[in-house]
């Protein structure tokens, strides 16, 4: 099946700096991959997601690079804001396991003003 | 946009009892259904797929005599506990993917906290 790997599990910035989260997929057969914010007591909340028929996306801070030879993806976050921290999660899913996503263990991000 | 209503967000109960925890696609129909479950600082784990209609796949370790899951409609999936215990404790999450979303797309409940005393 397919394993999710990601780092840093905690990363510490400061305010305006940039966050980057990396994850690597071992199903090549995966072909989607978002990204999900989540507040302590509260369920995933998408920020971004890329496809496998694209390199790159972006959403004004928020941006996601997907290296399909490598099998990995990242997401960088520019100018962040303490609003920014949270517990960060990659996921992957393909279709040959029913959709369903793998996430990785999780990045704790903390933005000190 | 697509609206995922999950209930109750916690709920206590004792040893021994059982927990149904709810799931409603408000807006769309949710032809497929997953339930997760995230212990403290971990991640989320996928403990079954649910198609409407048929009967849910359990991921190996899950015990689906434990977990029951019915999705017997496109708009409700429920995920019962069975004779709950207090290792049954736990952040237990559905996503839905279905109608316009069918296309990659996934909506995450709110979540539940189950504490079994």
């Known amino acids: 099946g397919e394993n999710v790997e990601q780092h840093p599990s905690t990363l510490s910035v400061q305010e305006g700096d940039s966050a980057v989260i990396k994850c690597t997929y071992s199903?090549?057969?995966?072909?989607?991959f978002p990204w999900y914010k989540q507040e302590l007591g509260k369920g995933p909340q998408l920020i971004i997601d890329?496809?496998?028929?694209?390199g790159e996306k972006k959403d004004q801070r928020i941006a996601v690079t997907l290296n399909k030879t490598a099998k990995h993806f990242s997401l960088h976050i520019t100018e962040t804001q303490p609003e920014d921290s949270a517990v960060y999660f990659c996921?992957?899913?393909?279709?040959?396991?029913?959709?369903?996503?793998?996430f990785g263990k999780g990045t704790s991000l903390l933005v000190t003003p | 946009g697509a609206v995922v209503s999950q209930h109750p967000s916690w709920v206590i109960c004792k040893s021994g009892t059982s927990v149904k925890i709810e799931c409603r696609s408000l807006?769309?129909?949710?032809?497929?259904m997953f339930w997760y479950r995230q212990f403290p600082k971990q991640s989320l784990m996928l403990m079954a797929t649910?198609?409407?209609?048929?009967?849910?796949?359990?991921e190996q370790g899950v015990e689906k005599d434990k977990f029951l899951i019915n999705h017997a409609s496109l708009t409700l999936s429920t995920l019962t506990v069975t004779s709950a215990h207090p290792e049954d404790s736990s952040f237990y999450i559905c996503?839905?993917?279905?109608?316009?979303?069918?296309?990659?797309?996934?909506?995450f409940g709110s979540g539940t906290r189950l504490t079994v005393v």
């Open positions: 649910s198609n409407e209609g048929s009967k849910a796949t359990y």
């Open positions: 996503s839905a993917r279905g109608g316009r979303l069918a296309n990659y797309g996934y909506t």
């Open positions: 996921a992957a899913s393909a279709s040959n396991s029913g959709y369903a996503l793998n």
């Open positions: 890329i496809r496998s028929n694209v």
């Open positions: 807006d769309f129909q949710a032809t497929t």
């Open positions: 199903d090549s057969a995966s072909n989607y």
